[in-house]
């Protein structure tokens, strides 16, 4: 069990980006690397649109999940 605070938005987005820029830019060795860098890529990406969305509306729904359990 973690004893970290729960991050805001404003965290959440910025551990997003972070964590995106850390595999942009990156190559895999392997098919199976280089196409699990691109969807996280991806991933990452739409995922910190979405927070940033949804923060600015408001709104505890993020577009870029399907089928949103609420929390």
């Known amino acids: 069990m973690s004893d970290k605070s729960p991050l805001?938005?404003?965290q959440a987005h910025d551990a997003l980006l972070n964590a995106l820029?850390?595999?942009k830019g990156q190559k895999g060795e392997t098919v199976r690397a280089e196409t699990?860098?691109?969807a996280a890529e991806q991933?990452?990406?739409l995922l910190s649109l979405g927070l940033?969305?949804?923060s600015e509306a408001n709104s505890?729904?993020?577009k870029a999940i399907k089928d949103q359990t609420p929390f």
């Open 8 to 10: 805001t938005d404003n």
């Open 43 to 45: 991933a990452l990406s």
């Open 21 to 23: 820029s850390h595999v």
């Open 36 to 38: 699990s860098l691109r």
């Open 52 to 54: 940033l969305m949804a």
């Open 60 to 62: 505890d729904g993020n």
